[in-house]
């Protein structure tokens, strides 16, 4: 257990409050303005915490976005749209999408980019990427402006804060952040009946754990009403499933697992998506089958795109992309864990790798 300074200061606010949310402990590790881990690191790469498949191979982020790119063509081609990404990371994806889409006819003139992104040293390294460019941020969802969308996120709804609650009897108890020592410990505060999660009760039984991201209902909507409006696509790809169901709250530093109550704001904190609620809160926007991170890939090309590439390398360059096109697509990797959700207007084609129709 490790005494930081942002766990002095979570120490001393629930002695004063009593107990917090796993969401508001999770707000406040990732993004406290002082220690926040968010605000105070890059924690991408092989020399940070975790590495996210933009930073694995430059196949991931060309593939998307020539899969955007002709969803944008599908679309009659609009003179004017945003092209967004929440979350962008150094800018890898974004910057992988844009050398991808250059030759696209118009598709770079019609565009103008907005960056989702709180972190001010993440949103520096992020202007130096995209130099080239002019991006503008943001921080709040509805800023994004009321045109057509083509939008992405990659690992971004993981790290949004979630509550979890453990069905006792016919009520539910929140799991809390309590004070221990000399750190922090999970507590359960008294169960009481949760009328938003009454649905739950006929498939789970006592002791069971369901999580909530408060979060991810609102941005879906907002993204669902652009794209439902103006036209547009999202895909949004994450570690997750369809109907939340277990603990799934995880810390990870330097690439391994670690206690995430161990050392406050120096550890990644995160827990799986739940595309369900996600997809369901995006409508009137089309939401297509759920489709695994390798299947997706596949369909849309990255076995051809790393034969390609495989042409011009020998030795340990050959080995390492090689690993990394298994790494991506691999079902005992990436390929399986992580899913892709796509959002479409009603009656508009399919993005290329999904299948069009309501998620059920």
């Known amino acids: 257990m490790a005494v930081t300074p942002l766990m002095e200061k979570l120490r001393r606010r629930i002695a004063a409050e009593g107990p917090m949310s796993l969401a508001d402990f999770m707000q406040a590790c990732l993004l406290d303005p002082d220690q926040g881990y968010y605000a105070t690191r ?8 975790f590495i996210t498949a ?54 770079h003139q019609a565009m103008r980019i907005v960056l989702i992104e709180a972190s001010p040293t993440l949103r520096g390294i992020q202007a130096d990427t995209l130099a080239e460019f002019t991006p503008a941020w943001t921080d709040n969802f509805a800023d994004l402006p009321k045109r057509p969308l083509w939008f992405v996120a ?40 949760m009328p938003d999660l009454a649905h739950r009760l006929g498939d789970t039984v006592d002791g069971d754990i369901v999580e909530v991201c408060p ?18 696509a999202a895909l949004i790809v994450d570690y997750g499933g369809w109907h939340s169901l277990g603990d799934t709250f995880q810390a990870l530093q330097a690439h391994e697992p670690v206690d995430p109550l161990a050392a406050p704001g120096e550890a990644d904190l995160t827990a799986h998506v739940d595309f369900e609620p996600l997809a369901r809160a995006a409508a009137p926007a089309v939401a297509a089958p759920l489709v695994t991170q390798g299947v997706f890939l596949e369909r849309i090309g990255i076995t051809d795109r790393a034969r390609a590439l495989a042409k011009r390398l020998s030795g340990a360059p050959l080995d390492s992309h090689i690993a990394a096109h298994r790494r991506l697509t691999h079902p005992e990797e990436m390929g399986s864990l992580f899913k892709i959700l796509a959002l479409t207007p009603p009656n508009a084609p399919a993005l290329p790798g999904t299948d069009n129709g309501e998620s059920s």
């Open 154 to 193: 990659n690992e971004f709804f993981d790290a949004l804060p979630i509550r979890q609650f453990q069905r006792r009897g016919e009520g539910w108890s929140e799991r809390m952040i309590a004070l221990a020592d000399p750190g922090l410990a999970m507590a359960l505060s008294q169960p009481l009946p």
């Open 42 to 49: 890059d924690p991408f790469g092989e020399g940070g915490d």
């Open 215 to 232: 979060a991810a209902g609102p941005i879906a909507q907002t993204i669902g009403a652009r794209i439902a409006a103006h036209g547009g």
């Open 54 to 107: 933009p930073e694995i191979s430059q196949m991931f982020g060309e593939l998307i976005g020539l899969t955007l790119a002709q969803s944008w063509m599908d679309q009659g081609s609009p003179q004017t749209f945003t092209l967004a990404e929440a979350g962008p990371g150094r800018g890898t994806l974004i910057a992988d999408i844009l050398r991808a889409t250059r030759s696209v006819p118009g598709f």
